[in-house]
């Protein structure tokens, strides 16, 4: 087959992806074997990997770990649900069409918005399609995104819109953890299609929402607002602040962490702008016997035929993560997710108080935030490898910034979550204050 299209070797497939990107070695099998030696092989090398549970864990950034139900493991695992692929033939597949439908439903009484899609590939995705939207929309060829949104989310973006005519203006952020108010001011003008921020941001911290919203529109901009689903259950919302597009990563509705996917993309707009949104949108109507019937209502037929006249270039619909949360928020209702929200800022506030209780850390950021903030380590035990030495004792300490924000290098972004135990806070705090301890300069002998 390699020769039939003229190369000679597997690896000159690959010629585009940067040799420093390939995984070497560890992907390496041995030849044909047996299914029973196979197995034997396969469970071997899963062998190596530790499960979270041995952990205490505070890992947050974009993917937390919440309790699912038992019953939305059940009802996700039914073979209707979980062998559906994207309708295309919509109309044969009344009940995923119904679950989307909900889920669209759902989805507009949490952000406040007008209309919701049938969901998009991820939150990342989703901001890129919301940018190319409001390109669209406005005929505008700038977008200003802030430097505290999730560094993986502008790389999206900025890769999304390599090809386009539309150009990034990054602003930075202000002492607090939130968006330079004076830099973005300098950066919006009639040339913005849209404004981008967070709330809470990367660094965990509460925007003043309806302060950009205003920004963006006073320069004729679109504002988009990417939220955290759960938090809503206590912010504001998109709705109420006045956002035109919002979006989020919907993991944290009832889907594993799975090592990094698939996860489900949220999108959420006001309905003047429904006409170009991407992907899909189910609606309800009857049929000819008068029987309630959902229906296909909007896609883009480009989608599929002329791709360089489509609204929309990453729209994949992810249904069964789209019904996973759609069982989620349904199980939940409004008190239990409210109870999930209030669980995670109070676990939050906890361990950032027994971490600057144990003298290994301090608050780097003053703004309000709600279930994950960043902490700076002090240096003398950052340096002996404070997070390598965490890890050693069972404990996965939080995300360190230095690698995306070379300033914060020493801090470490915290997060908790309805599922983290008190027990687990101790465990942190004691650990940290026993190396902080053990870093401590020991004092001199006094002279006779």
């Known amino acids: 087959m390699l020769a039939r299209i003229g190369v000679s070797d597997v690896d000159d497939l690959l010629v585009d992806i940067p040799a420093d990107a390939r995984i070497r070695g560890l992907l390496d099998v041995p030849g044909a074997m047996s299914e029973m030696d196979l197995r034997a092989e396969l469970e071997a ?6 499960p979270v549970s041995e952990f205490h864990a505070f890992l947050g950034g974009g993917a937390y770990e919440h309790f699912i139900p038992a019953a939305l493991r059940a009802l996700v695992g039914k073979p209707e649900f979980f062998t559906a692929y994207t ?6 597949s009344q009940g995923l069409l119904q679950s989307i439908y909900e889920f669209q439903s759902l989805l507009v009484r949490l952000t406040g918005m007008e209309v919701a899609n049938a969901s998009l590939y991820d939150g990342a995705t989703a901001l890129a399609e919301a940018v190319f939207m409001a390109h669209a929309t406005t005929g505008r060829p700038e977008v200003v995104i802030p430097r505290n949104l999730h560094p993986q989310w502008r790389e999206v973006v900025r890769t999304q819109l390599a090809r386009s005519q539309m150009t990034i203006r990054e602003v930075g952020y202000a002492a607090d953890g939130t968006i330079d108010r004076a830099a973005l001011a ?4 009639e040339r913005t299609a849209a404004v981008v921020f967070a709330s809470p941001n990367f660094f965990g911290a509460i925007e003043s929402c309806r302060e950009l919203v205003e920004a963006s529109h006073s320069a004729g901009a679109l504002a988009i607002h990417c939220f955290h689903p759960t938090s809503l259950a206590l912010l504001a919302t998109p709705g109420e602040v006045g956002a035109d597009i919002a979006v989020a990563e919907g993991q944290p509705l009832g889907i594993p962490l799975s090592y990094g996917g698939p996860y489900v993309g949220l999108f959420c707009a006001r309905k003047e702008h429904v006409r170009r949104m991407p992907g899909r949108l189910i609606g309800r109507s009857v049929d000819a016997k ?8 909007l896609q883009t037929r480009e989608q599929h035929i002329r791709r360089a006249q489509a609204t929309s270039n990453v729209c994949t619909n992810q249904a069964l993560c789209a019904f996973a949360a759609t069982v989620y928020l349904a199980l939940l209702g409004p008190r239990g997710l409210r109870t999930v929200a209030e669980t995670a800022f109070a676990r939050a506030h906890a361990l950032l108080a027994a971490l600057e209780k144990s003298g290994a850390a301090r608050r780097r950021f003053a703004a309000p935030f709600w279930n994950e903030c960043v902490v700076e380590v002090e240096p003398a035990l950052w340096k002996r490898g404070f997070s390598a030495e965490l890890a050693a004792r069972g404990i996965l300490g939080g995300i360190p910034l230095g690698a ?4 914060l290098d020493g801090c470490l972004l915290v997060a908790a979550t309805e599922t983290t135990r008190d027990e687990s806070i101790r465990a942190y705090a004691d650990a940290a204050a026993a190396l902080a301890a053990s870093a401590a300069p020991t004092a001199a002998p006094a002279r006779r």
Do not use: H
């Open 87 to 92: 309708p295309y033939q919509a109309e044969v």
């Open 45 to 50: 090398r899963a062998a190596r990997n530790r």
């Open 186 to 189: 300098g950066a919006i003008g």
């Open 290 to 297: 008068g029987r309630r019937a959902f229906v296909m209502t």
């Open 404 to 407: 995306s924000y070379p300033e």
